[in-house]
């Protein structure tokens, strides 16, 4: 991925925080990493750009003039379709989108999007956090997970799903968390959740924007 989204002198980090999470831990969150600002309400755009990208970026014929380095000629059917190149998409919808999504205040130091989407599947979630660090190399993502029994609670009290649908969701959310960790391993941080909403050291260490994040992606 050649375009960015880009973020000056700011830790872009995206927050898997579903239902599960109680608001009372963004609030300890963001009250124990000095120079945090959270966005919520933004990663609705955020999934868009992203979807359009993974979509583009799945197209078969141009996929393949892409990792050869060729460009389609006139007698393909699928010649001019280079103009709806993935990165060409994000360079030009990253600045109409990011103005509207990211409210950064004088003193950020991250900038933390907190994500309540729901996946199913751990590829759609996958999808997700490939496009959020590949769009932004120096990133890094929250992993929230704790006590099933706990989770599954918070998840009913906010969702107000019945007993059994939440615990399906819970279940797929511990699932995607596994293959994001192992996929993303050095771009990930994992958040044990505690009924006492503290912040372990970890997480704090990762969202002090005091050191780079590697790994691949």
């Keep these: 991925m050649s375009a960015r989204l880009v973020f000056p002198d700011v830790l872009p980090v995206l927050i898997l925080a579903h239902d599960g999470v109680a608001p009372g831990h963004l609030t300890s969150l963001d009250a124990a ?3 945090l600002t959270l966005q919520t309400g933004a990663d609705a755009a955020l999934l868009a750009l992203a ?36 990165d060409l998409y994000l360079r030009r919808m990253g600045p109409v989108v990011v103005p509207g999504i990211a409210d950064v205040p004088a003193g950020t130091k991250t ?9 199913w599947t751990p590829e759609e979630a996958q999808n997700f956090c490939a496009f ?11 992993l929230p997970v704790g006590d099933t029994d706990m989770l599954q609670d918070e998840f009913r009290r906010q969702s107000g799903w019945r007993e059994e649908a939440a615990g399906k969701a819970v279940a797929a959310i511990a699932e995607n968390a596994q293959t994001i960790a192992e996929v993303f391993s050095g771009r990930t941080v994992t958040w044990e959740l ?9 997480v704090r260490a990762a969202l002090s924007a005091e ?3 590697r790994g691949r992606s």
């Design 33 to 35: 990493v000095p120079g």
């Design 51 to 86: 979807q359009g990208w993974t979509t583009l970026a799945e197209f078969g014929p141009l996929k393949g003039h892409r990792q050869r380095g060729t460009t389609p000629s006139p007698d393909q059917p699928w010649y001019g379709a280079d103009r709806t190149d993935p």
């Design 111 to 119: 900038i933390g999007f907190v994500s309540r989407q729901l996946f």
């Design 132 to 142: 959020f660090l590949g769009a932004m190399p120096h990133s890094v993502i929250v």
């Design 194 to 202: 505690e009924k006492t909403e503290t912040v372990p050291d970890n």
């Design 211 to 213: 050191r780079p994040v």
